[in-house]
C-alpha cells in the first residue's frame, strides 16, 4: 500500500512562470516529508524538506507547503527555469529505521 | 569525489542469468539500500541495512538477495533473473538514525530478455 502518492505523473509549464507539484499521504504519524529531484542518467538529489510542525518551508525559488488535516503537501518552484525540468518525487519515513517511501514521481518539463 | 558508486552501471541478462550489483560508499554512513525505479512506480524499496552486520526486507524483496560486506559495501543478488526485474536499481546510504541526508548512486539500468 503506497503511503505517499503523487497522482500527476506530468506538468508542462513556461519558463517564468510557477510550477505547482502535489503530494498525498496516508500515515498521520509521518513527521517531516522531502523532496527529491532527479535528472536522467543521475540519482535522486535531495531539494528541500519540511517538518510536521511547520506548514511552510522555504529555500530560494522553491517552497514546500503542508496541510496536515488534508495530509498535503506542494512544492512550488518560482520562477520556473529550464534547468529545473527533472522528475521529482515526494518522500516520508515510513516503516521503522528511518526508511524513505517515496511517491511515484511528477515529471517536469519547462518551455523556453 | 566522495558519494555512492555503483557498478555496472549497464547490464543486459537472460532469464534465468544471475548477476551481483555492487555499490560502495566512502562516508562512513552507517545505513545502505537498495531501491527500484519504474515507470509510474517510483522508486520502492528492495532492501536496506540500517547498520553494519544487519539486512532487512523492503517493500519488494522477492527474487532478491543482499550481503552487507563490510560498512562500505551493500551488494544486490539476482539469483534468476526474469523479465519483470528490467529496471533502474539505485543504491543510498544515509548516516544512522535519520532519512535526512539519504545520498544517491547513479544507477545501474538492467535489462532482462
Known amino acids: 500500500d503506497q503511503q505517499v502518492k503523487q497522482n500527476s505523473p506530468s506538468l508542462s509549464v513556461q519558463e517564468g512562470r510557477i510550477s505547482i507539484l502535489n503530494c498525498d499521504y496516508t500515515?498521520?504519524?509521518?513527521?517531516?516529508f522531502l523532496w527529491y529531484k532527479k535528472y536522467p542518467a543521475e540519482g535522486p538529489t535531495f531539494l528541500i524538506s519540511?517538518?510536521?510542525?511547520?506548514d511552510k518551508n522555504e529555500d530560494g525559488r522553491f517552497t514546500v507547503f503542508l496541510n496536515k488535516s488534508a495530509k498535503h503537501l506542494s512544492l512550488h518552484i518560482v520562477p520556473s527555469q529550464p534547468g529545473d525540468s527533472a522528475v521529482y518525487f515526494c518522500a516520508a519515513p515510513g516503516g521503522g529505521d528511518y526508511k524513505l517511501s517515496f511517491g511515484a514521481g511528477t515529471t517536469v518539463t519547462v518551455r523556453a | 569525489n566522495a558519494g555512492v558508486t555503483q557498478t555496472p552501471k549497464f547490464q543486459v541478462l537472460k532469464t534465468g542469468q544471475s548477476m551481483t550489483l555492487q555499490c560502495a560508499q566512502d562516508m562512513n554512513h552507517n545505513s545502505m539500500y537498495w531501491y527500484r525505479q519504474d515507470p509510474g512506480m517510483g522508486l520502492r524499496l528492495i532492501y536496506y541495512s540500517a547498520s553494519e552486520g544487519t539486512t532487512d526486507k523492503g517493500e519488494v524483496p522477492n527474487g532478491y538477495n543482499v550481503s552487507r560486506l563490510n560498512k562500505r559495501e551493500f551488494s544486490l543478488r539476482l539469483e534468476s533473473a526474469a523479465p519483470s526485474q528490467t529496471s533502474v536499481y539505485f543504491c543510498a546510504s544515509s548516516a544512522f538514525g535519520t532519512s535526512y541526508g539519504y545520498t544517491f548512486g547513479s544507477g545501474t539500468r538492467l535489462t532482462v530478455v
Open positions: 519540511i517538518s510536521s510542525i511547520k
Open positions: 500515515n498521520s504519524m509521518f513527521d517531516y
